[in-house]
């Protein structure tokens, strides 16, 4: 998983490493140069006793700032241009890249760094701007169920085939897991073996569908379902929708009406990592016309380059609450940037 942005950074790391140690390594053979010369020059005007003991004084000194040097703006300019390049091809989106870079160039320049444990530092640095990045907003998914009033009301938003029904599933096997009773809503009324797809779930969960027919209105389905809760003292109505191919006027028009309708508690998108730049504008478009709580991205076993991940975070603003890794109940994952950024780092 993130493999190429794992390459990218990595090989960002070695170049930068490489180039402070030769400079450190440069800036070592010219104090050794100068002080042999000095001592030449010194030992020509015989006053040999005295300096000897500035020289051991002076080269005490100097010891301490010989291995160290302070990284300068040209020493970065070119290799970070080429991260930014670079992060663009792993699906980082340009404004993330380009505003981690700025980041990372304002944080490196000026700092001092010894020569053993370039890569150390510069490791530490990007984590830190990566942590950022990842981590600006936090929502604590089950807490946030806990609390609200009876019946909480969540709805599953996104593009089909991103995993909102198998995502769906997975989070009532959490909540059921914290002693809250879920129904499904089979909302989804749209793509074909989709309610099939809702009531296996339900049969292998032990969770009550709520259904109509193929064609139906989704928000009447949600609204039956809100209600069989009510009666029901059911926790949680997790609801299904279509997502068709595109995030087009009559697809939104479409939620807009279930929002009305079943006035959710939580409205949480769900798309696919592997989309890449896709997603990003997908998140927001939906979060312009509708708000959203959170995101959850599926498919991360999945996503080779890493990227959309850092875009989404950054760019929407929306809290990551869950990863996906994989198709059974059990790989959900609680988004923790600290985690991610040390897999993207390893
Ligand atoms: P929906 O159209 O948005 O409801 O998507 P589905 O829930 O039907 O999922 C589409 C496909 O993606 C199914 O084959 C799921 O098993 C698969 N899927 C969902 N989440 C994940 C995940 O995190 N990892 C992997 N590898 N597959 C997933």
Do not use: W
Not at 117 to 134: F, H, M, N, P, Q
Not at 247 to 264: C, G, Q, S
């Amino acid at each position: 998983m993130f493999n190429l942005l794992k390459n990218k950074l990595s090989s960002f790391i070695n170049s930068f490493s490489k180039k402070t140690e030769d400079k450190i390594e440069e800036k070592e053979k010219e104090v050794k140069e100068a002080k042999k010369e000095e001592k030449e020059e010194k030992e020509e005007k015989g006053a040999k006793e005295k300096l000897e003991v500035r020289l051991s004084l002076e080269s005490k000194a100097k010891a301490v700032f010989l291995s160290e040097i302070e990284i300068k703006e040209k020493d970065v300019d070119d290799l970070l241009t080429d991260l930014e390049m670079s992060l663009l091809e792993a699906d980082v989106a340009y404004d993330v890249s380009k505003s981690m870079c700025d980041e990372l160039k304002k944080k490196l320049v000026g700092m001092r760094v010894q020569k053993h444990g370039v890569s150390e530092t510069i490791r530490g640095v990007i984590r830190d701007v990566l942590a950022e990045k990842l981590g600006a907003r936090r929502l604590d998914f089950i807490d946030a169920v806990e609390h609200a009033p009876r019946p909480v009301k969540i709805l599953f938003l996104g593009p089909n085939g991103a995993g909102k029904t198998t995502t769906m599933a997975k989070l009532a096997r959490r909540l059921g897991e914290h002693g809250m009773k879920c129904v499904f809503s089979a909302s989804d009324t749209f793509r074909a073996a989709a309610i099939e797809q809702t009531e296996h779930h339900g049969k292998k969960l032990g969770i009550e569908v709520i259904k109509h027919k193929y064609g139906a209105d989704p928000a009447a389905v949600a609204f039956d379902a809100i209600n069989y809760a009510k009666a029901h003292g059911i926790d949680v109505v997790l609801i299904d929708s279509s997502g068709r191919q595109e995030t087009n006027a009559n697809l939104l028009d479409e939620m807009k009406k279930i929002v009305r309708v079943a006035k959710p508690d939580l409205k949480i998108f769900i798309g696919e990592s592997i989309a890449g730049n896709a997603i990003v504008e997908q998140v927001k478009k939906f979060h312009e016309v509708l708000g959203l709580d959170g995101i959850i991205l599926t498919k991360i076993d999945c996503d080779a380059k890493g990227g959309s991940t850092l875009s989404i975070a950054q760019t929407s603003g929306v809290p990551i609450i869950y990863i996906g890794t994989g198709q059974n109940y059990e790989d959900l994952e609680e988004f923790d940037a600290r985690k991610i950024v040390d897999e993207i780092l390893s």
